[in-house]
């Protein structure tokens, strides 16, 4: 089995040697670096090229939300997940625009991190229950468009705007292929066009612009 690799950046030793030990522990993970600044975590990035980077939100010399932001810039295929103190609004959605696949808190279970860095890694994006809620308050206050949601995005086919609808209800692809009886890789297909079309980099931008417009819901 490949092993996901992951890079530590966080600017309190004492939790990356935490962190490290509890991830050590797991056989289908592999720690490839470990920095304490954001300007560590953008070189050390571009170099050893992990699959998912472990983000702290403030560090020495460049915070996490531009470190995000430059480290996809150049190497859009890493998984960001952030892991920090802060769930105020303001951090969450800065990190999400920045291209973050998940916001989770420090001292989330170990099982609900592990299952967090396997999703982000294949794609998905995920948010602690606390982040969530947030996120689902957020958009319930945000009105309805004017415009009817089956004229949102019309740059997409039809069938596009079906998948966005489910992507922005947090159905992984394999749910996706599953509910519309079509193989994964043609979900996969739709999915890399949506992206291209919407301008975003990954699934958590394609939520945020698909929320806004009104879509995820089951109504659709």
């Known amino acids: 089995m490949d092993k996901t690799t992951i890079l530590i950046a966080d600017d309190h030793l004492p939790f990356r040697a935490g962190l490290r030990a509890l991830l ?42 531009e470190a995000t932001r430059r480290i996809l810039r150049t190497s859009p295929h890493i998984a960001i997940l952030v892991l920090t103190m ?14 973050a ?30 982040i969530a809620r947030r ?19 019309p ?22 292929a599953r509910d519309l009886n079509v193989s994964l890789k043609t979900v996969r297909n739709h999915v890399s066009n949506i992206f291209s079309k919407l301008q975003v980099v990954d699934r958590a931008q394609a939520i945020l612009k698909a929320r806004e417009a009104g879509l995820g819901n089951s109504d659709y």
Do not use: W
């Open 135 to 153: 996120l689902i308050n957020y958009f319930g206050e945000i009105h309805q468009p004017t415009v009817q949601l089956q004229f949102a995005f």
């Open 86 to 99: 802060f769930e105020d609004d303001d951090f969450v959605f800065s990190a999400l625009r920045a291209g």
């Open 24 to 65: 050590e522990s797991t056989q289908d993970v592999t720690i490839v670096g470990e920095v304490g600044t954001g300007t560590e975590a953008v070189i050390h990035a571009a170099k050893l090229q992990p699959d998912v980077i472990m983000m702290d939100i403030q560090m020495a010399d460049l915070n996490g939300i």
């Open 101 to 130: 696949r998940g916001y989770l808190l420090k001292g989330t279970m170990k099982a609900d991190l592990l299952r967090a860095i396997r999703s982000v890694a294949n794609g998905d994006a995920i948010f602690g229950a606390g």
């Open 155 to 176: 740059e997409l086919t039809e069938r596009e705007r079906e998948i966005l609808n489910l992507i922005a209800g947090h159905q992984s692809n394999a749910e996706i």
